[in-house]
Nanobody
Framework: QVQLVESGGGLVQAGGSLRLSCAAS????????MGWYRQAPGKQREYVAHITQGGLTNHADSVKGRFTISRDSAKNTVYLQMDSLKPEDTAVYYC???????????????WGQGTQVTVSS
């Protein structure tokens, strides 16, 4: 199977920065998309950003201009640079990937376990 290991979460003050990382491992032949979602207490999980195989990126309106998604393809790793953090950004952040596995033709979705980001006032 595929494992997604997240790191970089923590507690910061408003206006601060964090950089989340998510490394994928397993029998992966191709990563089609990697992205980030988040879920705040009492709210639904929401989309944050993603990056495609070709390097095309997209960010949710709520984080545009503050968050930047990037990748290191050689390491099968996606990053989320989070600047100008606000208390409203407090959530559990989940990385996700759509991958094609060795010996398969289809695409499968895998999720990380989540990392807590807390932004204090």
């Amino acid at each position: 199977q595929v494992q997604l290991v997240e790191s970089g979460g923590g507690l910061v003050q408003a206006g601060g920065s964090l950089r989340l990382s998510c490394a994928a491992s397993g029998s992966i032949i191709r990563i089609n998309v990697m992205g980030w979602y988040r879920q705040a207490p009492g709210k639904q999980r929401e989309y944050v950003a993603h990056i495609t195989q070709g390097g095309l990126t997209n960010h949710a309106d709520s984080v545009k201009g503050r968050f930047t998604i990037s990748r290191d393809s050689a390491k099968n790793t996606v990053y989320l640079q989070m600047d100008s953090l606000k208390p409203e950004d407090t959530a559990v952040y989940y990385c996700a990937t759509d991958v094609t596995l060795v010996g398969r033709l289809d695409v499968s979705r895998y999720w990380g376990q989540g990392t807590q980001v807390t932004v204090s006032s």
